[in-house]
């Protein structure tokens, strides 16, 4: 047996994980550090963390040490993440989330019959096992509001056998609970304000550009190939997410550009090419002076997304690594994307001669590295093509 852990080490550890927890802005993450950290208390085989949705209650991580060494958990997880159980006080992580009572039984196959809820066997025999011992409790927000159930399973001894949950734990995993409920509020609170800023920029990017469905989705096109190069460069998440979110804003300078231009379905003239031109700059002069980080992107993207790798593009004649590789990677998400669209001024070409002309613009175009990139993501590109196209 190992040495007994005082109460003050366990409320050090504790605080510590609450650090970690308020500064985990991955979901999938945090609930694996919850169910891991909560389990590591209880010596609990396994567990789920259960959301609180309108009527009913879902899935958002499972683990169980004993099926995982069986036949893996990450196919499991998969399919449970899928389902959602009534919110009903007949089921027992309903109770708890429709109460905020904890339950701690030594066995869940045999339940009082005095309770109003009851042990639902459907895992065990979906997955051969045998649930005993369980503990839930409810993930409370400091104001009482409940935003889910963490469900541990099979407590364990020094020895390996299955025991009851020490009712001690019971207020150490309350606490975790509640900590755990307050840092996913704050990470879906994140997910909410980034969504709603990435559909502004969309409507944004939209309205300068010309107003239709196909110009909503080459900008969700290109964005999400762009993301595809960077993740392909070993780009960090932030980084790549960062790029996700700046270049939609690459054509906001069109907002300038006469519609007459924009729309001509023929050649344009020197002049009128001259004026396009300057869409680039003027994107760039719309976030000046921006201290926001995703915003100063957006302007260099803005105003060095059609400069070429051989130093003949617009608007300064930058050549090579003097192009911000944000840019750079704009640059060719963009070029594909308007090479395999239908255009005022062009129906769209086949992928194989999209490809082709990439292939060809090597050191001249674009920077040899990054279209590498992009033909190692092709897969990719083509199933992001195929979700934003025009006909869906």
């Not at 051989?310 to 090479?339: M, Q």
């Amino acid at each position: 047996m190992g040495r007994i852990i005082s109460l003050e080490e366990h409320l050090a550890r504790l605080n510590r994980i609450g650090i970690a927890l308020s500064s985990e802005r991955d979901l999938d993450k945090l609930l694996a550090t919850i169910l891991q950290e909560a389990r590591s208390f209880t010596r609990a085989e396994g567990g789920t963390v259960y959301s609180l949705e309108a009527g009913h209650l879902r899935f958002l991580a499972t683990q169980n040490d004993a099926i995982e060494r069986r036949e893996g958990i990450s196919r499991r997880a998969s399919h449970l993440s899928e389902r959602t159980l009534p919110l009903s006080r007949e089921s027992m992580a309903g109770y708890v989330g429709l109460t905020g009572e904890v339950i701690n039984l030594p066995d869940v196959y045999r339940i009082p019959a005095d309770r109003p809820y009851r042990f639902n066997p459907e895992f065990d025999r979906r997955y051969q096992y045998r649930s005993q011992s369980m503990l839930m409790v409810p993930m409370k927000e400091p104001d009482g509001t409940i935003l889910g159930v963490l469900q541990l399973i099979n407590a364990r001894d020094g020895g390996g056998a299955v025991v009851p949950f020490d009712p001690g734990w019971e207020e150490l995993v309350l606490s975790l609970a509640s900590q755990a409920a307050v840092a996913i509020r704050n990470v879906r609170l994140t997910e909410e304000l980034k969504a709603a800023y990435l559909d502004t920029i969309f409507r944004l990017s939209v309205a300068a550009e010309y107003k239709d469905q196909e110009t909503a989705n080459h900008i969700r096109r290109m964005a999400h190939y762009s993301a595809l190069v960077a993740e392909e460069l070993g780009f960090e998440p932030d980084r790549i997410e960062t790029l996700r979110y700046a270049a939609p804003m690459h054509d906001i300078g069109k907002i300038g550009v006469p519609e007459s231009i924009l729309q001509k379905p023929g050649r344009l003239t020197p002049e009128e090419f001259d004026q396009m031109k300057q869409h680039t700059v003027m994107g760039a002069n719309i976030f000046e002076g921006t201290q926001v980080p995703v915003l100063q992107i957006s302007a260099s993207i803005a105003l060095t997304h059609h400069e070429k790798h051989d130093g003949s593009g617009y608007p300064r004649g930058l050549r090579g690594e003097e192009i911000p590789i944000e840019g750079r990677i704009t640059a060719v998400a963009d070029v594909f994307d308007a090479l395999s669209s239908n255009r005022c001024y062009k129906p769209a070409f086949p992928i194989e001669r999209c490809l082709q002309i990439l292939d060809e613009e090597r050191g001249r175009h674009f920077h040899p590295d990054l279209v590498s990139a992009f033909m190692s993501r092709l897969a990719d590109v083509l199933t992001i093509r195929e979700h934003y196209s025009s006909s869906r």
